[in-house]
């Protein structure tokens, strides 16, 4: 079915044209097929929110128990006044308790310029992605203040399809995917 819908995506962007009516049937679609998931908008091209905000702001409000959505989330990096940090002032995780090597992910949920958003990108669209962000970790995995190991799910077979190169660099081994799905560290695919 992903290729089904992969596929179909080049006709949901030229009916969406036509009627918000069929994005909001597609990206409804989407989100059935990825039950495996508690909430997650699959807004698949760039004018979905402006036409279909007022569905998706409902259903964000209601799984955030944000009624009328009156809350709102302001980002704000400053630690000036929290309690409990070294005095300081850095997060050095070892000062605040934490001996294993911590370990995080990055999620890349929004899209760039040149490509169209997630729910909408085929595969050969979500591998030149993929590419194209191997050359912005590489700087913070050879950074040594960051460090770190980019695991790519994107077969052999469909890297060199797109890249033309034989092999993923960043391939992810059954052993090693498991070890990390194991440590809560790796999403499990949602098949």
């Given at each position: 079915m992903p290729n089904a819908i992969s596929e179909s995506n080049s006709l949901h962007r030229g009916l969406a044209t036509l009627t918000p009516l069929f994005s909001l049937s597609f990206c409804l679609d989407l989100l059935a097929y990825n039950a495996c998931v508690s909430l997650l908008n699959f807004l698949v091209i760039q004018g979905d929110y402006d036409d279909l905000g007022f569905?998706?702001?409902?259903?964000?409000?209601?799984?955030?128990?944000?009624?009328?959505?009156?809350?709102?989330?302001?980002t704000n990096w400053s630690l000036a006044g929290v309690e409990g940090l070294p005095e300081d002032?850095?997060?050095?995780?070892?000062?605040l308790g934490l001996e294993k090597e911590l370990s995080m992910r990055v999620r890349v949920g929004r899209n760039l310029k040149t490509f169209p958003l997630p729910g909408a990108m085929s595969r050969d669209d979500r591998i030149k992605f993929e590419a194209q962000m191997l050359t912005a970790f590489k700087v913070l995995v050879d950074n040594e203040d960051y460090g770190g190991q980019v695991y790519s799910l994107t077969p052999h077979a469909d890297w060199k399809v797109v890249t033309g190169n034989k092999k993923n660099p960043n391939f992810i081994s059954p052993e090693k995917y498991q070890e990390l799905v194991d440590a809560h560290v790796m999403f499990k695919v949602c098949n």
């Open positions: 569905f998706f702001d409902e259903v964000c409000n209601d799984y955030h128990n944000n009624p009328g959505g009156k809350k709102k989330h302001t002032g850095q997060l050095d995780i070892s000062k």
